[in-house]
Structure formats: C-alpha cells, structure tokens
C-alpha cells in the first residue's frame, strides 16, 4: 500500500491493534482471523475514501485519484470477503456480535465520506467501534460472553479518556480537562475495588487512568503530545498484560 494513503491519524492504530491482538491472543481461530483482517481492510479504507472525496484538498485527489481508486476497491473487496468468511465460520453468538460493530464501522466511514469534522463524540465513536471488534472474535472461540463484554468495556473506557485528555491538552484544560480528571478518577476506583470485588480483570484500567490523572494535573501544555502519546502507548500496554493475566482460563 503507498505511504500516502496509510491512515494519518497515528493514535487510532493503537485502537485498531490492542483490541484485536487481545481478541486473537486469547482466542485464536480462523473466524476471528477473518474478523480480524476485515477490521483492519476497513481501518485502511478511511484514507483512500478521504482523499476520493476530497477530505485530504484537491490538490492530493488529483495526484493520488488512480492509486487512491485502487486501494479502495482492493481493501473494500478484501473486507466483504474477510467478514464475510468470518461470519459463515463463526458461530452464533459471534455472529450476532458484529453487527454492531458493522453499524458503528460504517457510520465512522458514512462520517468520513461526508467530510463530518472531528468531534470529541466522533473520535469516541471511533473508539467504540475498534474495541468492539474484540466481541466477535472472542466469541468465535467460544469465550464467555460477560467478561469479554467487559473487556469491550475497559479497552473503550481507556481509548475514552486519553482522547478526552488529548482535546484537554489542547483546550488548556477547562470543563473537558475537569471531566477526563473526573472519569479518571471513577475508573481509578472502580480498577481497585471492581477487581477486588467482582472481576479481577477490570484492574487494566487503573495504568491508564493514572497516567491521565497526571497529565491534567500537572497541565501538561499542547507541545508535549508526543511525550504523552507515549505515555499512553506505555499505559496501554500494561493494560493489554492485565487482560492476559486476569482472563478466566
């Protein structure tokens, strides 16, 4: 695939990947395999689609309309068929389990063909959408259905605040850093006292909330993105490790 037309937007990779290496780490079959690919094709789909329609300016839709032509009818192809050999593989609960990720996928590509400005509400959407793709795939290995809900759950919620952080940052605090500091605070505590009393697993949020308890407090200013980026990246993983470890064998 050209350079040009991978996705922009470098933090929704983590979004895509986390869920999904979850998914296909605890349940590994060819149905969530499929699942999988037909998620990532759509995930791809976002850049050609944008520059086709001219969300990229018209001057790249001219130099890239044939190559970006292509790449979508390839991906758009490569996800009907993925999903599509998912789904006939799946069983049914699996099955039942992407059709909201199917409404939420296309309603974020609906999104993009029609130029809707980035919103905090249409970044969390994108959120939403990439941590329900882990339903379907633990569900094609049979996996409860309660505690992977929960982990659609935990990776949302931690996808959530670090986008809510990001536009707080960026606003220089104000009410959306007041209310991050506040969800945070709630997953802070739910992390401890959820673990210890109902599910162990819900301890993954408490990286991540603890991270974005330290950026709004310390009023981390709009040039440190990066280092936050990678705060985030670090948060995550730990998050990613408390999934494995606490998942009911």
């Known amino acids: 695939m050209e350079r040009s037309l991978w996705p922009r937007e470098h933090g929704v990779y983590a979004q895509v990947s986390l869920p999904l290496f979850t998914g296909l780490f ?25 520059v086709l329609t001219g969300g990229r300016g018209n001057r790249r839709k001219a130099e890239l309309a044939t190559t970006a032509k292509t790449h979508l009818a390839v991906l758009a192809s490569g996800a009907l068929a993925a999903g599509g050999g ?21 309603l974020t590509l609906f999104m993009a063909w029609r130029h809707v400005p980035k919103t905090i509400l249409g970044e969390l959407l994108v959120a939403l959408t990439f941590s329900l793709a882990l339903l379907p795939v633990t569900l094609a290995g049979r996996e409860p259905e309660l505690i992977s809900w929960i ?29 991050t500091a506040a969800i945070a605070t709630a997953l802070l505590v739910l992390s401890g006292l959820g673990a210890k009393m109902m599910f162990p697993v819900l301890i993954a949020l408490a990286g991540p909330a603890l991270v974005t308890i330290a950026v709004v407090v310390s009023r981390t200013g709009a040039t440190r993105l990066r280092r936050i980026g990678w705060a985030f990246v670090c948060a995550d993983s730990t998050t990613l490790f408390l999934i494995l470890l606490t998942w009911p064998s």
């Open 151 to 179: 982990v659609v759950g935990i990776w949302t919620a931690v996808f959530g605040i670090q986008t809510l952080t990001v536009h707080g940052v960026k606003a220089r605090g104000g009410r959306t850093a007041h209310l």
């Open 26 to 50: 605890i349940s590994p079959t060819l149905a969530g395999a499929l699942i999988g690919s037909a998620v990532v094709a759509g995930f791809l789909l976002h850049e050609p689609l944008l």
């Open 86 to 106: 998912g789904f006939l593989l799946a069983p049914l609960p699996a099955r039942v389990a992407l059709m909201p990720l199917v409404g939420c996928g296309l």
